[in-house]
C-alpha cells in the first residue's frame, strides 16, 4: 500500500523523540516518579537539563555522554532506546500496510522496547506500560489482516491464565515467589498479540533466549547457575514477540 511520504518523514523525525520520553518512563515509572510535571533533571546533581541537553542523540554525542553541570556519566542506555525507537520506526514503515497498521505496529515495538529495558535494568514491568500493551495488540489483532478481536482476547485470557497458574503452581511447591505478577500482566498484550495459536512458540522462544544469556553470564563470570537466581524473563518474552513480529506475514 503507498505510503505517504510526509507521514513516513514525520514518523522517522518524531521517532527518537519519542524514544527519549520511553526512556523517562523506564527511568521513573519502576521508582514511582512522576512522568509528566517533573521537568528532567541530572540524578546526579539534580540540576535542572535545559532544551540544548534534550535533543535525542545529539545530545548524548555532543556531551560526550556526561552531565554538562557535574560531569556525572549520563546512561548509556537512554541513547540505546532513542536508537532503537527509530530504528523500530523504520521496521513498521518497510513492513508496509494502513497507515493505522503502522502506527500499531511502530507503537507495539515501542513499548516492547521500554517493557524489555525496564525489565533488564530494573526486574519491574510497570502497569502503565503492560497496560498499552494490552490495548494496542487488541488493537492491531481487531485490524483487516489480523487474527481477529475474538482472537486476541483469547490469546490474552490464555497467556494471563497459564502464567497466573504458573506463579501459583511455583510459589505452592516451592514456597516462594518465581514469576512476578508484571510477567502476567505482560501476557494480556504478548497473547494479544500472538493469539492463541502463536502463544506457545512465543514462550518457547523466550524461554531459550533467556536460558541462553543466563549460561553466557554465568560463563563469562565463571559461576554456576544457582535455583535462586533471578531473571529478567519480561525482557526476554518482549525479545521473543519482537522476533515474532519481524518473521510474521505482513498485515
Not at 523504520?90 to 502506527?103: C, D, F, I, T
Not at 504458573?166 to 502476567?184: E, F, M, N
Not at 565463571?222 to 513480529?245: E, H, K, S, V
Amino acid at each position: 500500500m503507498f505510503m505517504p511520504p510526509l507521514f513516513a518523514a514525520f514518523l522517522l523525525l518524531v521517532s527518537p523523540a519519542v524514544g527519549s520520553f520511553l526512556a523517562v518512563l523506564v527511568d521513573r515509572l519502576p521508582r514511582g516518579e512522576d512522568v509528566v510535571r517533573v521537568p528532567s533533571a541530572c540524578r546526579g546533581c539534580k540540576t535542572p537539563l535545559r532544551v540544548r541537553h534534550l535533543i535525542p542523540v545529539l545530545s548524548f554525542v555532543t556531551q560526550r555522554g556526561r552531565c554538562s553541570y557535574c560531569a556525572a556519566p549520563i546512561p548509556a542506555w537512554l541513547l540505546y532506546i532513542e536508537i532503537l525507537a527509530a530504528g523500530a520506526a523504520l521496521l513498521a514503515l518497510l513492513a508496509g500496510g494502513a497507515v493505522a497498521m503502522v502506527l500499531l505496529n511502530v507503537a507495539l515495538l515501542w513499548l516492547l522496547i521500554a517493557l524489555a529495558a525496564s525489565d533488564l535494568l530494573w526486574f519491574r514491568l510497570p502497569d502503565p506500560l503492560t497496560a498499552a500493551l494490552a490495548l494496542v495488540a487488541l488493537l492491531r489483532a481487531a485490524q483487516p489482516g489480523g487474527h481477529g478481536l475474538a482472537m486476541g482476547l483469547l490469546g490474552a485470557l490464555i497467556g494471563m491464565g497459564s502464567f497466573a497458574a504458573l506463579r501459583w503452581g511455583y510459589a505452592s511447591l516451592r514456597g516462594r515467589q518465581g514469576l512476578g505478577l508484571g510477567d502476567v500482566k505482560l501476557m494480556a498484550g504478548l497473547g494479544a498479540f500472538a493469539g492463541p495459536w502463536d502463544l506457545p512458540l512465543l514462550v518457547l522462544v523466550a524461554a531459550l533466549l533467556a536460558l541462553s544469556a543466563t549460561l553466557w553470564r554465568q560463563y563469562k563470570r565463571g559461576r554456576d547457575i544457582r535455583a535462586d537466581l533471578a531473571l529478567p524473563f519480561g525482557g526476554a518474552l518482549c525479545t521473543a514477540a519482537a522476533l515474532l513480529w519481524l518473521v510474521e506475514p505482513p498485515l
